[in-house]
């Protein structure tokens, strides 16, 4: 989904920016980019951070593509329907490269494909893997002198993405990523090879950024990584992850600290207890499980078994403070049995999950599940998909109807085009719409008592 160009470039440095390069993009349409982004948190994050590089150096963002010299694609490729439809994009774009506009393309795909996207797109110019968007400037300027094709495709840095300045999209809530890549070896998954080996970002870095966010009015951040809770700090600090956490709610002005996605395996005690201890630490843990059979966990080298999963959710479930607990789930797996999925069925049961991301497993270039035999029919994968879905319907159904009557701080984010509604987000990251005759209620914290509930949000009104 393409973002709007809505926070000023003014409130990230705290002063106008200018350069040659908006001059020219005034005079014609050289200097102007416009960005596009498929995918997760992280690859939204990185196309903030890839607007942030190219507005410090003076391009401009725009849009429309019609408007833009410069037309990206911040790719994703962990399911195959991302991938498709990011050629099908690019084959809408085919003509514009003979209007001298230079087609790019970014991320998990670029990374996957590499230098291929030529073969099956000529009028791309550029494909650059997430390892290596620092080097992006002076890759533009490659073409920009002339150069037909230029590619950055190392995941061997020792670096993080930093950037001396991020474009962000939301004027409340900024992403921060801490830790990148991957060192799990999930058999299905793209990211240790698209994201490259997993770095984490140094603690004093990270503060730095979080003081500067607080000075510029965020009150939520939220810490990303494909495997948020495996953070290493490479600083003398040391500083654990769950240390991490509480040094980043301590900064003056944060409100709200929420971090996804966390691996089971990496999931202990002393996340529970931060949590416990500090209010400004969300009441949500993002812990995908993708099976619930240890069967099927095992092929998909997950590294823990139904049972040890279990035990981390019984941690969490006794935390003082109720936590929520979302998932992800896989179903289709090659092999996958009956039975295995009756598994998975039982298991959101048992865990009775608040919300869950549910996908069919879809073979992806690179990864050892390719070669796995077994796999199951399409429609076989879609009628287990909609039972899954409709099995979490309902509990979920239950569980918001049981919040009725209850009372929670939500972070204004939305206003309804119905006059007096407005929506926003529980520290559990739970959507609420409520009413409200207050004239402006965006950016802040308001309370709001629950006086309705359907599977998906809640309804109420603002309690003045
Ligand atoms: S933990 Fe597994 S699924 Fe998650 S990014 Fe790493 S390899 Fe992929």
Redesign the pocket.
């Given at each position: 989904m393409s973002k709007p160009f809505d926070i000023g470039l003014e409130r990230l440095i705290g002063q106008p920016s200018y350069s040659g390069v908006i001059r020219d993009a005034e005079a014609g349409q050289r200097g102007t980019f416009f960005l596009e982004t498929f995918g997760c948190q992280m690859n939204d994050h990185d196309s903030e951070k890839v607007a942030g590089v190219l507005l410090s150096r003076g391009y401009r963002q725009v849009e429309t593509p019609e408007t833009a010299g410069l037309i990206l694609y911040n790719t994703c490729s962990i399911r195959e329907k991302a991938a498709q439809k990011v050629f099908s994009r690019l084959g809408e774009y085919r003509a514009k490269q003979s209007e001298g506009k230079i087609i790019g393309v970014l991320g998990c795909v670029a990374q996957q494909e590499g230098e291929e996207i030529f073969e099956r797109a000529p009028w791309v110019s550029l494909v650059c893997g997430s390892a290596s968007y620092r080097k992006l400037p002076e890759m533009i300027a490659q073409l920009e002198a002339g150069n037909q094709r230029v590619t950055g495709l190392d995941t061997d840095t020792e670096e993080t993405f930093e950037t001396e300045m991020t474009r962000r999209d939301d004027p409340w809530r900024a992403y921060l990523t801490i830790i990148e890549g991957?060192?799990?070896?999930?058999s299905?998954?793209?990211?240790?090879y698209t994201?490259g080996p997993e770095r984490s970002r140094p603690s004093d870095s990270i503060l730095r950024e979080v003081r500067k966010l607080a000075e510029h009015g965020y009150s939520e951040v939220q810490l990303l990584g494909?495997?948020v809770n495996s953070y290493a700090d490479p600083t003398p600090r040391k500083l654990r992850f769950s240390e991490l956490l509480l040094a980043v709610a301590d900064v003056p002005g944060i409100r709200r600290v929420r971090f996804t996605?966390s691996?089971p395996s990496d999931f202990t005690r002393d996340i529970v207890e931060a949590i416990e201890s500090q209010p400004k630490i969300c009441d949500h843990v993002h812990l995908?499980v993708?099976s619930g059979s240890t069967t099927v966990l095992q092929a998909m080298q997950?590294t823990y078994t139904r049972a040890e999963y279990l035990e981390k959710i019984a941690m969490i479930r006794d935390a003082k403070r109720p936590i929520d607990i979302t998932t992800d789930i896989i179903v289709g797996f090659p092999g996958e049995t009956e039975a295995d999925f009756e598994e998975t069925l039982s298991l959101l049961e048992e865990v009775k999950y608040d919300s869950l991301f549910s996908f069919k497993y879809s073979p992806r270039p690179n990864t050892p599940s390719l070669a796995m035999k077994d796999a199951i029919a399409e429609e076989e994968k879609s009628r287990r998909l909609a039972i899954l879905m409709e099995k979490q319907r309902e509990i979920q159904t239950a569980r918001n109807a049981s919040l009725i009557g209850k009372t929670f701080e939500v972070l204004v984010s939305g206003k309804s085009r119905r006059e007096n509604q407005w929506s926003g987000y529980t520290t559990s990251h739970r959507v609420v719409n409520f009413a409200s005759q207050a004239k402006e209620l965006l950016g802040t914290y308001v309370q709001v008592r629950a006086t309705g509930a359907t599977p998906n949000s809640l309804v109420g009104e603002h309690i003045v």
């Open positions: 991957c060192d799990k070896a999930c299905y998954c793209v990211v240790p994201r494909q495997t996605t691996h995908p993708q997950r």
